[in-house]
């Protein structure tokens, strides 16, 4: 079944007071607070609560996307929180790359737009590429991808710089969720995927995932992309008989809780609840991650290795 585009999903006006999104959403489980949730924001608006109010709660949303397939009103949930942060102002600026540097060709390559923290984890970072035999772009786009997410506006210079080199690309394996639900929409001749699914199906790595490794999703690429990578990531399951962090309804819990202030760095991070929920009652030896941010959140609660899939290759 085909992913549903956002344009098809409906608006908070559908939105029943179900509560389902609750079960899912990481900013419940750390607050409790029915205001911080897809249900209170959508019962806000439906009664007419100006969007200042809503500030507090619109920044508290991590972006993950698990509420999305749980909502039986296939509301535009994410989409709605993106709308919002561009009617307020962001909590801080966010630097937008002005360099002037040469123009790079990706004319029939295959790209990688990897994310800093893949950027910093340099033997996942080369593995990966040399996997997927792609090459990384040196413009990874992690100003656009936080301009997004904080709903700050991007100049067309910048935007063009970025997307020119891209435009003949065979196809790009983008590391931020959001960003690649974005070139989406500007890109749509173009194959774009995530690191996550793109590594996973290499079979030199399957290989070597076990039966007492955590596998963890990067949950943005997962939820955009549900109906038909639920039952991709199943089968991976079954053949390789790791455990993963998806809950009963197959939703990817995220182990990070980053809202947008810890996003933009003004505020510190504190996912150790997040993750040590996702990791409760779980007998498991090894950790391996889609997204290298997530490694720090884990390594600060347990004592056992934690990889990026990638690093598997080295086995
Ligand atoms: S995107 Fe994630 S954090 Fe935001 S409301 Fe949905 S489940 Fe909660
Ligand atoms: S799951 Fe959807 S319909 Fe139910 S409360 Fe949440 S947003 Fe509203």
Known sequence: MPALAAHSRSGFAACSGCSLCLLVCPVWRKTRDLRYTPHGRAKALQHGVPVAELKNSVESCTLCGA??????????????????RRQLTAPAAVTMNDTNGKTANYAGQRVLLATPALRETVVALERTAKLLD??????????????????????????????????????????DGLLARQLKDWLPLIEITSPGIALSKCSELRRHLRSDDLYVIEPRAFHANYDELVLYYDDLRHATGCAMNLDLQRIAIPAT?????????????????????????RKIARIVVEDAGDIAAFRQVVDMPVVHLAELANE
């Open 257 to 281: 809780a980053r809202n947008l202030r810890q996003r933009l760095g003004v505020e510190a991070e504190d996912n150790a609840a997040q993750t040590r929920w996702l990791l409760q009652g």
């Open 67 to 84: 509420c999305e397939p749980a909502c039986p009103e296939i509301i535009d949930l994410v989409g709605m929180v993106l709308s919002l």
């Open 134 to 175: 792609c090459v990384v772009a040196e413009d990874n786009g992690a100003d656009i991808a936080l301009a997004l997410e904080a709903g700050t506006p991007i100049a067309n210079a910048r935007r063009e710089r970025f997307l020119t080199p891209l435009f003949s690309a065979k196809k790009i394996i983008a590391g």
